[in-house]
């Protein structure tokens, strides 16, 4: 069994066909299980979140025939081998986490961060490479989500974008900088208010030739942030600016080493 929720919410058997999961109840309520994975789950957490603090007279016996009908979805090839276990007062979804694209995810990025905090910058960028080609779009899209997938699903958007961050901060202590100023400027944009995203841009602008460029980076980012939020750019991208300024020779790939420039 399979489960992919960084995009459209999939299922897939053992053979890696997908299982047809359309309504949205039993979408709803296999993300809870999922987002509990190997934990008792009571029926009153379930049902809580199941109809969002709206539950109807009904909701216990429609929760028993959902998860009914979802252990026949989930059913693999040998009968009465359902990943769903009843507990003593609720459910309980048994999986490796091996088995679920957004645990493996967290996982390929921690071995990336761990291979650049040793210096191998190929590694990193394999791993950072590896664990982002999972996302397939907004996690968990086609699921009605409350509060509790919300937070989880914003917790992994911003894992996304750290772990794309680092890939860069790899990338260009690999040398990379001039590749990745398409990539770096289509982040930027779509990510207005992250600095660290344009402190890497403005580094691999000047690194290419490009200070002017570099610099105007800087005074959107300035600009961007005082007209949204009101406030200046952190140390993170005014000292990068004074020293693009004064042609800091730091600055070039022979004096840097992995995120020294853009994480401080």
């Avoid at 000292?239 to 004064?246: A, C, G, P, T």
Wanted: charged share 20%; aromatic share 6%; hydrophobic share 40%.
């Amino acid at each position: 069994m399979l489960f992919q929720v960084l995009g459209p919410f999939l299922a897939a058997d053992a053979t890696g066909e997908i299982l047809e999961i359309v309504r949205g109840k039993h979408r709803h309520l296999l993300a809870l299980l999922l987002f509990n994975a190997n934990l008792a789950v009571s029926t009153d957490y379930l049902i809580e979140h199941l109809w969002q603090g709206r539950a109807p007279r009904s909701a216990l016996n429609n929760l028993r025939t959902y998860i009914a009908q979802l252990r026949r979805l989930l059913m693999p090839a040998v009968p009465g081998t359902s990943p769903i276990s009843t507990r003593s007062d609720g459910y309980c979804l048994s999986i490796s986490p091996q088995r679920v694209d957004a645990y493996l995810f967290e996982k390929l990025a921690a071995q990336a961060r761990t291979a650049a905090e040793r210096s191998d910058l190929t590694g990193a960028a394999d791993a950072f490479d590896r664990a982002l080609a999972l996302w397939r779009g907004e996690a968990f899209h086609g699921v009605d989500t409350g509060d509790e997938l919300r937070a989880w699903q914003q917790r992994l958007h911003e894992e996304r974008l750290t772990a794309t961050e680092d890939l860069f901060d790899v990338r260009l202590a690999l040398g990379r900088h001039a590749e990745l100023i398409g990539r770096l400027t289509d982040f930027a944009y779509r990510n207005p208010l992250r600095e660290r995203p344009h402190a890497q841009l403005m580094l691999a602008l000047y690194r290419c030739g490009r200070q002017a460029e570099a610099l105007t980076t800087y005074r959107h980012l300035h600009d961007t942030l005082m007209t949204h939020i009101g406030c200046q750019p952190t140390a993170l991208a005014t000292e990068l600016h004074q020293r693009i300024l004064r042609a800091d020779p730091s600055l070039t790939l022979q004096s840097t080493s992995v995120g020294l420039i853009t994480k401080g």
